[in-house]
């Protein structure tokens, strides 16, 4: 019932910038945390960037001061914009959100299907 789709990724230079963007549809009550998870070929899956209800942020170190994440709650959509971006950025880029439905009285992780990013000259 419930669906995260993402959109944005492409190729880009080192230094180029990129805006993804995510939209939660469905049966949805509630959305509390959301964020953005990245996988690169051979590592394990790492948060990016997270976003509460109220506004609040957290970063990888490795994104800090270059990526800003935000969300609409009326929209239900989380979004990142990478800026200044790198080769070491590359990877599949996957929106999560925690998220509460009519049918299921408590919240549940979901999961996108994901958007390649490629950073290369």
């Known amino acids: 019932q419930v669906q995260l789709v993402e959109s944005g990724g492409g190729l880009v230079q080192p230094g180029e910038s990129l805006r993804l963007s995510c939209a939660a549809s469905?049966?949805?009550?509630?959305?509390?945390?959301m964020g953005w998870y990245r996988q690169a070929p051979g590592k394990q899956r790492e948060l990016v960037a997270g976003?509460?209800?109220?506004?609040?942020?957290n970063y990888a170190d490795s994104v800090k001061g270059r990526f800003i994440i935000s969300r609409d709650n009326a929209k239900k959509t989380v979004s990142l914009q990478m800026n200044s971006l790198k080769p070491e950025d590359t990877a599949v880029y996957y929106c999560?959100?925690?998220?509460?439905?009519?049918?299921?009285?408590?919240?549940?992780?979901?999961w996108g299907q994901g958007t390649q990013v490629t950073v290369s000259s």
């Open positions: 999560d959100a925690n998220i509460k439905t009519v049918a299921v009285g408590s919240h549940r992780n979901y």
């Open positions: 469905g049966s949805i009550f509630s959305i509390a945390g």
């Open positions: 976003i509460t209800i109220g506004g609040s942020t």
